[in-house]
């Protein structure tokens, strides 16, 4: 959340970006650029005049040309590509470099400037691929039912609750979800990603994140999907994923932000690059290198 040149990047502005539909990334503005589906997966929530831009579509940001690229960390959420006078600047949002089966694949482009995120900015997190992921979840399922126990998932209600329908489906379970998470599929369905597996008395139950028992509570018949938590399908991009992500993009100058954006800064220092974190709510033309 930051303000450049006083453009918004997830951050309130007369004129801003929003790179997804989750909360911690609402802004408010005169006009809020965004693609259709975080718009309509906004206004589930909030209004606000937002005009909408297809990815890889140029448009302009005052007097500045700018694209919009896949991010990959659910439905519509996207990258933000600016042409500054001096300089290039990609700025991410929430990534996943792996394809989930409910959000566009991302795409990387070079840039002078990247920001990035670091939520999971530490090598500890190494997380399984999306269909290393999806095994382990299917097991999970399978045992549960094997025990006559009702499978039950906890995890967003809106993006990972969606990929575990999806999930889900494709591997033949009627899942009883709850009525936020339901909401959210028929916008999803508006956008031709459909789920015909949701049912009354559906074999697995799906809530969201605020209905869960602590994770160190669960039951052997509950998950935690997240990260963070007992299953680890997440739509972040881990430390690797990060690592392969600014390789692709090939900047001179990284800033990072959310998360361990200390840690990973310090990090890509060791690395060799030219990397300072950032507070969420800043301006960036405040910094000496931008």
């Not at 290039?88 to 991302?106: I, M, N, P, Q």
């Not at 999306?130 to 095994?135: I, L, N, S």
């Not at 959310?258 to 960036?284: H, M, P, Q, S, V």
Request: proline share 3%; charged share 25%; with cysteine.
């Amino acid at each position: 959340m930051m303000i450049i040149y006083g453009i918004g990047l997830d951050s309130s502005a007369r004129v801003t970006f929003q790179s997804h539909a989750h909360s911690d990334h609402f802004v408010s503005g005169n006009i809020i650029f965004s693609t259709k589906a975080t718009k309509f997966l906004s206004h589930l929530k909030k209004s606000g005049l937002y005009k909408v831009v297809k990815f890889g579509k140029t448009f302009y940001l005052g007097d500045y040309k700018a694209k919009l690229y896949p991010a990959g960390h659910m439905l519509g959420s996207a990258q933000i590509y600016i042409e500054f006078d001096e300089f290039s600047l990609l700025y991410t949002g929430d990534v996943k470099w792996f394809k989930l089966r409910t959000a566009e694949k991302s795409r990387f482009r070079k840039a002078d400037v990247l920001i990035i995120e670091a939520t999971f900015g530490v090598p500890m997190y190494n997380f399984p691929s999306p269909k290393e992921a999806e095994k382990k979840l299917i097991a999970f399922v399978e045992s549960a039912l094997d025990k006559r126990k009702t499978p039950t998932l906890y995890a967003n209600q809106m993006g990972k609750a969606q990929e575990l329908l999806k999930i889900l489906e494709v591997h033949g379970y009627t899942v009883k979800a709850s009525r936020s998470i339901i909401k959210v599929a028929k916008v999803y369905e508006k956008f031709g990603i459909k789920f015909g597996n949701i049912d009354r008395n559906g074999e697995v139950v799906l809530r969201g994140f605020r209905t869960p028992k602590p994770e160190n509570s669960l039951s052997p018949s509950e998950l935690y999907v997240s990260g963070f938590g007992n299953l680890k399908l997440s739509n972040h991009a881990d430390f690797w994923e990060l690592i392969k992500i600014i390789e692709k993009v090939k900047p001179e100058k990284i800033y990072t932000v959310y998360g361990y954006a200390e840690n990973f800064a310090k990090i890509l220092r060791g690395l060799g690059y030219d990397a300072t974190a950032i507070d969420r709510d800043c301006c960036l033309s405040c910094y000496k290198n931008i």
